[in-house]
């Protein structure tokens, strides 16, 4: 029995990725249409971006699924909400972060109240704003700052950070969601750009990804991150043209189910479709009162149900509820969920006021723990 089970353990570590190796990677995990991008080089991780709020178990999923217990750094490319979401919940977390980093340029928030500096103050932490010239380190590779180069004053896309990171094992470049005038400045600069791996720019939208651009980098392999249902038109088929044209391989998000896993080795990227590991649900959403501002949930199945990493989001407002670990749901039974607003008794308290809009259409999602929506249910308005 006991070789039985070394020889599965052996088994495991030889099909799962492991960060602790000295091998460049990468997982450009399913969000939809967003970005949360992990790179990981010498046991070292970064991750860049962090999807909506409500892809949070995703996020969760692959870190488990990696390995990863905490980070070395987290970068925000700019303020788009499919690219800040997270920032609150991980900061709220118990995952240790080294370094918080920003694009120096943005518009329409000021520096007090921009979402990175939120979350690495409420951690005692400073953000490290950059842009075009610095460079931080991963392990012994290198995350060079492409752009912005300058200020954009049109939209925050091309305000993105541009990273390029650049190892004994090959080349990664992630482009965040810049756009042509973007490109036009990076390209103009006359750095190095061609590499083994391109994270294309915004979601393989149709203004991004020029053939100059393109003719540059000149991809092995390009991952798209994106939803066709929630971007439809993306990929643009002049994107992939392009890249195709220019030699490149190209992995899709949407595709997947957990994401795609790039390893890179000697300049040669390979990847593979992580598929998300889902059961059958027996949880429903019975009632959403926008009045008492609570939710109703209810165990329609024969066991009872641990709410661990299970969490409710609220399309209006974007609020998201963890619930604690103490939480269990009944065979058969309901539970209640209210909020700081809720007059009267609860089974559990989501720590907020008046989540559900009174007036407007609000839809209440619950989550299963690997960010697989169970069931929603909206406020009758």
């Not at 070292?44 to 699924?65: E, F, K, Q």
């Not at 004053?153 to 973007?182: F, Q, Y």
């Not at 109703?296 to 066991?303: M, P």
């Amino acid at each position: 029995m006991r070789m039985r089970f070394v020889l599965f353990l052996l088994l495991l570590l030889a099909i799962l990725p492991s960060v602790a190796s000295a091998e460049t990677w990468m997982f450009a995990v399913n969000v939809g249409k967003g970005d949360a991008v992990f790179v990981g080089a010498d046991g070292c991780v970064a991750l860049i971006d962090t999807g909506y709020s409500w892809v949070r178990g995703r996020i969760m999923t692959a870190m488990d699924y990696l390995g990863i217990k905490e980070l070395d750094a987290v970068f925000l490319t700019h303020t788009d909400k499919d690219h800040i979401g997270g920032l609150e919940w991980l900061a709220d977390s118990d995952i240790p972060v080294g370094h918080w980093y920003a694009s120096e340029y943005y518009l329409d928030v000021k520096e007090s109240k921009h979402p990175m500096n939120k979350a690495a103050l409420s951690r005692g932490q400073q953000t490290e704003w950059l842009s075009e010239g610095d460079t931080v380190s991963l392990g012994s590779a290198v995350l060079r700052i492409l752009g912005p180069v300058v200020p954009a004053d049109d939209k925050d896309d091309n305000n993105s950070l541009v990273i390029r990171l650049e190892s004994s094992d090959g080349t990664i470049l992630l482009a965040g969601d810049m756009e042509s005038p973007e490109e036009e400045t990076i390209l103009d600069l006359g750095v190095p750009l061609k590499s083994d791996i391109l994270k294309v720019a915004n979601h393989g939208d149709g203004d991004t990804t020029g053939k100059a651009f393109t003719d540059a980098v000149k991809p092995k392999l390009s991952v798209i991150s994106t939803s066709s249902t929630e971007k439809p038109g993306t990929p643009a088929a002049v994107v992939i043209r392009r890249l195709t044209q220019a030699g490149s391989k190209i992995a899709v998000t949407q595709d997947s189910g957990l994401g795609i896993y790039v390893s890179l080795q000697d300049g040669t990227p390979e990847y593979e479709m992580v598929p998300v590991e889902d059961k059958v649900y027996t949880l429903s959403i019975e009632r959403v009162d926008a009045d008492t501002d609570t939710v109703v949930l209810r165990n329609t199945g024969t066991e009872d149900i641990n709410l661990h990493n299970y969490y409710l989001c609220s399309s209006r407002g974007e609020e998201l509820f963890v619930f604690p670990d103490s939480c269990t749901v009944a065979a058969g039974a309901s539970m209640t969920v209210g909020t700081n607003s809720t007059k009267g008794g609860t089974d559990v308290v989501w720590p907020d006021k008046k989540v559900i809009h009174a007036s407007k259409t609000d839809i209440i999602s619950l989550y299963a723990p690997t960010g697989t929506v169970i069931t929603q249910k909206d406020n009758g308005k």
